[in-house]
DNA sequence: CCATTCTATGCAACCGCTTGCATAAACGGC
DNA sequence: GCCGTTTATGCAAGCGGTTGCATAGAATGG
């Protein structure tokens, strides 16, 4: 077994109390003492154990980002990449630790976090992906679990950090109408999703908006590649295929343009494409992607930078709302 | 503060043994006296404290991945996201947690990892981009720490799981060399890696093998589609230019290919190139990638699988290989 | 019917660390 | 030189579980 404190303290002559004292910078110690403490941790090579000291405290210093879908799904998706990459980063500029729980239905994902919180294992969650009908945050609320939302509530005002989905889909729209697109389509990823609702939401404004009188047109699939392709072969299949097309992410978009360069349509000629995200590989697709870029990595570093603050400071909780920018590339 | 132990054992009239016997479902507990304890579980809605617990068992069911490189870094790559995919799933069959650890320099990587063993955080490690030179091994080694090394360790014989590496690239070059290619260079990763010291092995006994004397051309970049750009322009800035790459990871392709587009190369009539990995991406770039198909999520699976059996039944350390797969799509 | 074994449960020590309170020594003021 | 502070450290009771050992009562056997 490693050494605990009690032997740093024998080796040390001083008491655990002390020992503990010096771990936790306390001012009290005298120097000398401090000194002779460190010695005796580095002589026997110790190491805290942070259970007991969790134990004690009752805080862990460690987090959990919650991904609601399987594990098999869940990192296909680019955007989590990058959201993790963001999170990871504050986490190891404030010394704490990350779990992740994923899970793929709605039960065992409001029992894991639930179990990880209660249990005592981490100090607050990092939600991401909402839903519409949100469970999990409902249970948080009530069980005071200190937590942030990626992504917004509908029902409930609790520490989130989002974007304005609604104006990016406007925004997003409204270029395409700008270019005089006749028949603009909507991809959305799945309705249950609050993200999702939103961005329906913006391309419906903007649509309106024009005063062209432009149709409504969206399908629902999910947020894959394959999930674009098929999205977009129902689309085709229409009487009067779109001219454009607004897909709710960029891995949904490339699925899209994929369909089209297989069955000659020319991009943007025939049909111009805009996706969401502004993932890494969208710039160096064939042709480059015009997106919204959402900067998925600072969502991920701001809720874990929020959710620390609130857990160190009680801070109050943010509601944060990160700016996106649309990136014009080659394929609108 | 949440219901403990005792407050449960009140509740159902029985003694706090009694309760920590139902928990863990121990069989001299008479089925009333169960029933009556996971009432009042319930009742309370209670959940024991993980830390708690893992101070008196010595085991907390949680294990870490531990990513030797930069939170920025690392999940640029799609490997990761696939490789976390594949432990995801695991973990969550098994119902242990997973934690992350990331660092971008050698020594804190080390510090970490050895504070969350030894600091009893976790049970065990999966270790992913094994060094050439790998303190981390030699330390865990040293402190009896129980992991599996994704990839493999140059000098020591332990638990991992690892894709023929020289194999692979054996395969891959040996394609090209069949398809008559003249030229043939080799884009490696980062030489302090074993999986590129590997790779560029195979790719030299690959064209020793071939009988036609064909030049070696090794550079080296990082893992990334700028690095693969860049990695293309010096290659392409020499006297005669190659007519093959083998890319050591689908991103360096990608940034390949999207070079020789720009500069108005044919693929794969002027240059073919070939990639490591088959990430999802890679089917859908225009050309498809041609790609050695490593199962990236089985690597991930297999990993999290073999440490967990080590670390509950203390089974043998395995070493597995798992099998490669050479996918000719549209670039050779 | 009593001694023996078995079954179900309780007692209490322990896992390793923290912290409120107590205290001895050092200090300062008069 | 005495007393009230201050300073540095120790004591011991937690934190919320687990588990070896003891034991009361039931079951078994002769």
């Given at each position: 077994m490693s050494a605990t404190i009690r032997d740093v303290a024998t080796l040390a002559n001083v008491s655990p109390s002390t020992v503990s004292r010096v771990i936790?910078?306390?001012?009290?110690?005298?120097?000398?003492?401090?000194?002779?403490?460190?010695?005796?941790?580095?002589?026997?090579?110790?190491?805290?154990?942070?259970?007991?000291?969790?134990?004690?405290?009752?805080?862990?210093?460690?987090?959990?980002?919650?991904?609601?879908?399987s594990a098999e799904e869940a990192?296909?998706?680019?955007?989590?990449?990058?959201?993790?990459?963001?999170?990871?980063?504050?986490?190891?500029?404030?010394?704490?630790?990350?779990?992740?729980?994923?899970?793929?239905?709605?039960?065992?994902?409001?029992?894991?976090?639930?179990?990880?919180?209660?249990?005592?294992?981490?100090?607050?969650?990092?939600?991401?992906?909402?839903?519409?009908?949100?469970?999990?945050?409902?249970?948080?609320l009530a069980e005071q679990v200190p937590f942030v939302l990626i992504g917004r509530s509908l029902k409930h005002h609790v520490a989130m950090v989002?974007?304005?989905?609604?104006?990016?889909?406007?925004?997003?729209?409204?270029?395409?109408?700008?270019?005089?697109?006749?028949?603009?389509?909507?991809?959305?990823?799945?309705?249950?999703?609050?993200?999702?609702?939103?961005?329906?939401?913006?391309?419906?404004?903007?649509?309106?908006?024009s005063s062209r009188n432009l149709p409504e047109l969206v399908v629902e699939t999910s947020f894959t590649?394959?999930?674009?392709?098929?999205?977009?072969?129902?689309?085709?299949s229409l009487a009067e295929m779109p001219d454009a097309i607004v897909a709710a992410d960029d891995v949904i978009a490339l699925g899209v343009i994929h369909w089209l360069k297989e069955h000659g349509f020319a991009i943007p000629a025939d049909v111009a494409v805009i996706g969401f995200n502004d993932d890494p590989m969208s710039a160096f697709m064939q042709p480059a992607l015009t997106t919204l870029r959402i900067s998925t990595y600072a969502l991920g570093f701001e809720s874990a930078r929020m959710l620390i603050d609130m857990l160190e400071n009680q801070s109050p909780s943010e509601q944060l709302v990160i700016p996106a920018e649309l990136i014009v590339r080659q394929t609108t």
């Amino acid at each position: 077994m490693s050494a605990t404190i009690r032997d740093v303290a024998t080796l040390a002559n001083v008491s655990p109390s002390t020992v503990s004292r010096v771990i936790a910078n306390n001012q009290a110690i005298s120097l000398e003492t401090a000194a002779k403490v460190r010695g005796a941790m580095v002589r026997l090579n110790y190491v805290p154990n942070a259970n007991a000291r969790s134990l004690a405290k009752h805080r862990t210093k460690t987090i959990a980002l919650t991904i609601a879908r399987s594990a098999e799904e869940a990192f296909a998706n680019p955007f989590f990449a990058e959201l993790l990459r963001g999170i990871a980063s504050a986490c190891q500029q404030r010394d704490y630790k990350l779990m992740l729980s994923m899970s793929s239905n709605s039960d065992w994902e409001v029992k894991d976090a639930l179990q990880m919180v209660k249990g005592k294992q981490v100090d607050g969650l990092i939600l991401s992906s909402v839903r519409a009908d949100d469970f999990l945050v409902e249970a948080l609320l009530a069980e005071q679990v200190p937590f942030v939302l990626i992504g917004r509530s509908l029902k409930h005002h609790v520490a989130m950090v989002n974007n304005d989905n609604i104006d990016c889909a406007i925004q997003g729209t409204r270029h395409l109408v700008e270019r005089g697109r006749q028949r603009i389509a909507f991809i959305s990823g799945p309705r249950d999703l609050v993200v999702s609702l939103d961005r329906i939401e913006g391309y419906r404004r903007a649509l309106r908006a024009s005063s062209r009188n432009l149709p409504e047109l969206v399908v629902e699939t999910s947020f894959t590649t394959a999930g674009g392709r098929e999205a977009m072969a129902r689309l085709a299949s229409l009487a009067e295929m779109p001219d454009a097309i607004v897909a709710a992410d960029d891995v949904i978009a490339l699925g899209v343009i994929h369909w089209l360069k297989e069955h000659g349509f020319a991009i943007p000629a025939d049909v111009a494409v805009i996706g969401f995200n502004d993932d890494p590989m969208s710039a160096f697709m064939q042709p480059a992607l015009t997106t919204l870029r959402i900067s998925t990595y600072a969502l991920g570093f701001e809720s874990a930078r929020m959710l620390i603050d609130m857990l160190e400071n009680q801070s109050p909780s943010e509601q944060l709302v990160i700016p996106a920018e649309l990136i014009v590339r080659q394929t609108t």
